[in-house]
């Protein structure tokens, strides 16, 4: 590719919209612009990067067996219908009508359709396994879309589905798409994890992100340094920081917290640590009728110790609260606990409620805790002695650094991290929701046993991007950069000799595979030079006049911190060295 023949169009600014640095360079780049909130072009410097990351996931899915196809963006409601999905997928799921008032969905996933494919096409155990896939355009109308690439309502996505006859046999798939997994985020170039995860509303047991190691991540990543152990921090295991519950030796009194309905003021006032305090936070579920009437509320109280905060998602996997639930209204704590909010505890309720305690805090003693009256805590308070043993203890809270690792090897740590894949085992939660069957070997139906797989391509884009940068711009990993050699001739229209090296160097690079562009703009070089840092080229060759009569080229690493200079002669072997080490 020659430079003159290519679009380019870098910016010195960042549209002032613009959030996080993979946004800002992107935009600056020229490899994205804004066409409405949360829906870019794709420019072609940016689709460059683009189709290697989904040759990269060709490939390896290709080579693990995996079957491409592509289903339509523009789905029938029927299908979500039979799943019940067209409900409960909110807002999030955009829907429209033809011109026959017929209700259609834009596609954020495809469960519904390959089912559908698979209930029809497979009809014996002799066809199974089969994992279909495709890379297909995504919507998801995203209430802030933000963040560019990295939270767009458009975007590009592979996904994936196994069909097995048996859960060993959908393990299997499982593993071997995990493993399919970790070989193309190696080839991408880039510092991942691999974490055990929530379902969420997907569905399913069995479940694993893929994080793309990087500060500015959402997601927190919690793993042990010293074993193999690593889970999303929605998931991370939060043992009990205490060894078991010692004797009470304090008494309990009522002490004056005037005005302190925070945990931190309240230990601060007592002259007391955090951790010796319990945080109080109450919930509520409600039991239906037919009609979808409210006929009975359950009052929750989960407790948690004072230095801790509670992990919404565990709490959602305590018995009882399973189905769903919400924050209490102020209403219901005035009537369970006679006091408003700050001042909450499990002793001298009004009504009754379900207590449900933090493993930590269940081996708690002496501790502190509201009184249900305002502007007054306990202190002291031990269990069995003060207030009957906790219905349910559980993990209900977020792990902190440091904390012990649940398999014993160690201690734990946090990082960021940015989700770019997730593979889940989904079971028969599609397949009995659309009967899909197929015949076992002893005649009868079954229903398949399913698992999906997902990749956010474009979204790794961004991800490389907030991992791989600097105050110049890009430094992309080789695998995924739009060109991986830049060839700057300086001076172009002014020198035959210039001209002669850069086109001669140029073909020998094409020639031996090599995704170079020939910068052919007679640009002068601190201009060329910058767009090129801008946009993060891995590997740049300088050819000037002034070198070429001293027998030399320069050559320059996105990474490294000043030029080397070598014989044209060498130039072409250097090169091909390091865009393939």
Not at 11 to 23: T, Y
Not at 86 to 100: A, Q, V
Not at 375 to 383: I, L
Request: net charge negative.
């Amino acid at each position: 590719m020659r430079a003159s023949q290519f679009h380019i169009s870098t910016l010195k600014e960042a549209p002032s919209d613009a959030e996080v640095i993979s946004q800002k360079l992107m935009l600056r780049a020229g490899m994205i612009r804004k066409v409405a909130a949360g829906i870019y072009n794709y420019m072609p410097m940016g689709l460059r990067s683009i189709r290697k990351v989904e040759a990269i996931i060709r490939e390896e899915l290709n080579r693990a067996g995996a079957i491409e196809l592509v289903m339509p963006l523009v789905q029938p409601a029927e299908l979500w219908q039979e799943t019940g999905r067209w409900d409960k997928m909110g807002p999030e799921l955009l829907r429209l009508k033809d011109r026959h008032e017929r209700d259609f969905a834009l596609q954020p996933t495809s469960e519904e359709v390959v089912t559908d494919i698979a209930r029809q096409e497979l009809k014996s155990y002799r066809q199974l396994p089969k994992n279909f896939y495709q890379i297909q355009t995504k919507f998801r109308d995203e209430r802030r879309p933000r963040f560019g690439v990295m939270r767009g309502r458009e975007f590009v996505m592979k996904d994936g589905y196994s069909f097995d006859r048996d859960e060993a046999a959908a393990g299997v798939s499982y593993d071997r798409m995990y493993a399919a997994y970790g070989r193309i985020f190696e080839r991408l170039g880039l510092t991942y994890r691999a974490v055990a995860a929530d379902t969420g509303a997907i569905g399913g047991d069995r479940s694993h992100e893929f994080q793309v190691i990087a500060d500015t991540g959402e997601d927190a990543l919690v793993y042990c340094p010293t074993s193999d152990y690593a889970a999303n921090i929605e998931l991370a295991e939060a043992v009990s920081l205490l060894p078991g519950r010692v004797s009470p030796t304090a008494a309990l009194e009522k002490a004056p917290t005037p005005g302190k309905e925070r945990c931190e003021d309240v230990a601060e006032l007592l002259g007391l640590p955090l951790a010796q305090t319990v945080k109080s936070l109450v919930l509520a579920t409600e039991e239906t009728d037919e009609a979808g009437r409210v006929v009975k509320t359950t009052v929750w109280l989960l407790l948690v110790r004072g230095d801790h905060e509670l992990n919404e998602v565990k709490a959602g996997k305590v018995e009882g609260l399973k189905a769903g639930f919400r924050f209490a209204t102020e209403a219901e704590i005035l009537e369970h606990f006679g006091c408003k909010p700050g001042y909450l505890g499990p002793i001298g309720l009004k009504k009754p409620v379900r207590i449900v305690a933090d493993r930590t805090v269940a081996d708690m003693g002496n501790f502190v805790c509201g009184a249900n009256e305002a502007d007054f805590h306990y202190t002291g308070v031990n269990w069995g002695r003060d207030l009957p043993e906790p219905e349910l203890v559980a993990d209900l809270r977020n792990v902190v650094e440091g904390d012990p690792s649940p398999d014993g090897k160690g201690v734990l740590a946090i990082q960021r991290g940015i989700e770019v894949g997730h593979v889940f085992y989904l079971g028969t939660k599609y397949s009995k929701a659309m009967n899909a069957t197929f015949l076992a070997e002893d005649g009868k139906p079954r229903h398949f046993e399913m698992g999906c797989y997902g990749i956010g391509v474009t979204r790794i884009v961004g991800a490389a991007i907030e991992q791989n940068n600097d105050e110049r711009g890009i430094i992309w990993p080789n695998a995924i950069a739009p060109f991986e050699v830049v060839l700057c001739p300086v001076g172009w229209s002014k020198s035959e000799a210039v001209r002669a090296e850069a086109e001669k160097l140029y073909e020998a690079l094409l020639a031996a595979g090599i995704d170079v562009i020939l910068d052919d703009r007679d640009e002068r070089p601190g201009v060329m030079f910058a767009d090129w840092e801008l946009i993060g080229v891995p590997h740049r060759v300088t050819i000037g006049d002034r070198g070429l009569k001293d027998g030399v080229v320069e050559y320059q690493g996105r990474r490294d911190a000043a030029a080397s200079k070598l014989a044209p002669a060498d130039i072409a072997a250097h090169v091909i060295a390091r865009c393939r080490g």
